[in-house]
């Protein structure tokens, strides 16, 4: 047995020496690596960990640049449809509806006096012979008639088009301000089989957007800058005011909110027609009407009735005039002169019967009917839909019921109402709650939607105290001095006073931003408008505490409109600013710290330094030559370094009694003026 251990641990010994010495031939072959183990372990778990993150990331990036592309072909496609609107419009060229660059090229070809085949063979158009005559003296030509032979000749054989061609001047206007409301849009139809989860994933991919591509306006692009250019140059040697005193902005009148009843039936036409007479012997451009909510599916979920708008448009259309519509999801109080009261849907309101928190609440639980909370803009109690799947319910209702029009191009604007009268603000002012001015109003965020949207932004701040609405803010008559909040040095600008007013901002710029997420989709390459309120008392105190509770973080040491312009900015919309406080006197003006004119200036300048589009509407009527001028001044700036203006504005009329005997020539000056008529 001793002897058989001796011999295996003699083997065993030979085998290690051979294994630890190389064979000779392994000192003189060439070095080769060898191949790499498999990692095991937790090398392994990394080497997988890195290996998913990496195409998790590469998957991510193919997605973006998939977005990129799509946001890239919506901009061309944008750009292509104004081009052709604008040389339908300007330049009568006989483009088919469904045109293509093969058929602007062809068209541009034969008016330069090309021939074009249509198999596109392009030659150069051959003139007959001219007819032989016998060669007079020379004397019998002087230089004059020489020179104007010789151009005859030229133009006979090139016809050279002049500055003053329709191509010519369609290709200026093209670029200006009036064609980005005034072309006419394509006839796209939206899909009307996206489902909720759908709507929910194009609001999610908002996120995504570049900002650069979002915009589908051509007026930025080198080309309209040129042509702009050489306008302005050409005004400035003719009148020396520059752009803004000569250029043509389109005017439109406002209709009365109760020529619809409630049941959408059309009262009055021939005072329609009568109305609309006056307004086409003053040279307006266009008409704006409301269409309500309240009315279209006054008592059925998705039971949408057009047909007293239907009959008005048609009206409209015979006038030949242009037409903006505003879609109003908010109640109508009837203020205006033969105006009703509209309400929102019957439906809406049996909900808030049993929900009242998708209403806007103040701080004594008071609920305001004006018009839906944002804090249920994606909450699923409006009979299974969010608040903003029943406003692009009735967005896309319009867009398909109308299509007709909009191919035609009597509709050349969309307004999207997204607040309490239409504008863009928490109903923070409302007189229903007792407001009267100059009070500071309430803050509009203690329904349970919103507190408990407050709750996870202070939860993710890290201070779940700060999950609460201030309690030392007054109420609605209160003015700031007489606050803790809002007073000199008050909490306002506190660490906890900051948190919760870039909070209640962010809820409405959310809310813009879903919403217009989805009104882009339902009208693609058609002008969506955004109604900006003009929230002036109390602008010259440091605090500006009526557009704190109004939704603007806009106080002395801070810029509060800029973040809410670049998402209008990227959605490519038009902001239309109201004009108030012309009318104010300078004891109102003094016990208010009010500043018209200085919010004016604010607003306006930041608007057009993010390249917004802006227009305009007064909020009172005019009734004398001074008003008008002051109008005339905010809309066309004097002597403006960069030329801006805006490009159209809606007049809020008089009644009609007086706006034909007393106001008719003041009227007639303001519209001539707009169009450049009348340089004041």
Request: charged content about 20%; some cysteine; proline content about 5%.
């Amino acid at each position: 047995m001793n002897n058989t251990m001796n011999q295996c641990f003699t083997a065993a010994s030979q085998d290690l020496d051979q294994q630890q010495s190389p064979p000779p031939s392994a000192a003189v072959q060439p070095y080769h690596s060898q191949p790499q183990r498999r990692p095991r372990g937790f090398a392994a778990i990394n080497s997988g960990s890195n290996t998913t993150t990496s195409a998790t990331k590469s998957r991510k990036e193919r997605e973006k640049e998939k977005e990129r592309t799509k946001l890239r072909e919506r901009h061309r496609r944008a750009i292509t449809s104004r081009m052709l609107a604008g040389l339908r419009q300007y330049g009568n060229f006989p483009l088919p509806a469904r045109a293509d660059m093969n058929d602007v090229i062809a068209a541009l070809a034969r008016e330069a006096g090309w021939t074009v085949e249509p198999d596109g063979t392009t030659c150069r158009q051959t003139l007959p012979a001219p007819p032989q005559q016998l060669p007079l003296p020379i004397s019998h030509f002087n230089s004059t008639q020489q020179n104007n032979i010789n151009a005859s000749i030229v133009q006979g054989a090139h016809p050279v088009r002049s500055a003053e061609s329709p191509l010519y001047s369609s290709a200026l206007k093209n670029c200006s301000m009036r064609s980005s409301v005034d072309c006419q849009p394509s006839a796209h139809r939206v899909d009307e089989n996206l489902s909720p989860a759908s709507l929910d994933s194009v609001v999610a991919e908002r996120d995504a957007k570049v900002d650069k591509y979002s915009s589908a306006s051509a007026i930025d692009s080198p080309e309209c800058l040129e042509a702009r250019q050489l306008v302005q140059d050409v005004h400035c040697e003719e009148h020396g005011n520059g752009l803004s005193e000569t250029s043509y902005i389109p005017v439109y009148a406002r209709l009365a909110s109760g020529l619809i009843n409630n049941f959408c039936q059309l009262m009055d036409p021939d005072g329609v027609k009568e109305e609309l007479q006056n307004l086409k012997s003053l040279c307006v451009d266009g008409v704006v009407v409301d269409c309500w909510w309240g009315i279209v599916e006054a008592w059925t979920p998705k039971k949408y009735d057009w047909t007293g708008y239907r009959e008005m448009f048609h009206i409209i259309q015979e006038f030949g005039m242009k037409l903006q519509v505003v879609l109003a999801f908010h109640e109508s109080g009837g203020h205006d002169p033969g105006g009703i009261f509209i309400s929102l849907p019957q439906w809406i309101l049996e909900i808030g019967k049993s929900n009242q928190d998708i209403f806007f609440t103040d701080r004594e639980g008071r609920r305001n009917t004006e018009c839906l909370s944002w804090g249920i803009d994606k909450e699923r109690v409006l009979r299974g839909r969010t608040g903003i799947e029943i406003y692009f319910d009735f967005m896309r209702s319009f867009r398909t019921e109308f299509d007709d029009l909009f191919t035609e191009g009597l509709i050349s604007a969309v307004e999207i109402g997204l607040g309490a009268s239409g504008e863009l603000k928490y109903p923070s002012f409302s007189e229903r709650m007792g407001w009267r001015y100059p009070g500071i109003g309430e803050f509009q965020c203690y329904d349970k939607y919103l507190m408990q949207n407050l709750q996870k932004a202070a939860k993710l701040r890290g201070h779940s105290f700060w999950a609460r609405a201030p309690d030392n803010a007054g109420y609605y008559n209160s003015k700031p001095h007489e606050t803790g909040f809002f007073c000199e040095k008050g909490d306002y600008d506190s660490y906890y006073g900051r948190f919760f007013l870039r909070w209640y901002t962010q809820v409405l710029i959310d809310h813009v931003d879903n919403v217009l997420s989805l009104a882009s989709l339902a009208f693609e390459d058609i002008q969506i408008v955004v109604k900006i309120p003009a929230i002036y008392w109390w602008y010259k105190t440091t605090s500006h505490a009526a557009e704190l509770t109004a939704g603007y973080y806009n106080p002395s040491n801070q810029d509060g409109y800029s973040l809410l312009f670049e998402v209008l900015k990227k959605h490519g919309v038009t902001m239309k600013f109201i004009i108030s406080g012309f009318q104010a006197s300078y004891q109102e003006i003094d016990e208010a710290f009010s500043d018209p004119e200085g919010l004016n200036w604010q607003v306006l300048n930041s608007a057009w330094d993010r390249g917004l589009c802006v227009a305009g509407q007064n909020a009172q009527p005019c009734y004398d030559r001074e008003g008008f001028v002051r109008l005339l001044e905010t809309t066309r700036p004097r002597n403006h370094p960069d030329g801006h203006h805006f490009s159209f504005f809606v007049f809020h009329q008089p009644l009609p009694l007086i706006q034909r005997t007393i106001c008719f020539s003041e009227i007639d000056y303001f519209v001539k003026s707009m169009h450049g008529n009348v340089y004041h």
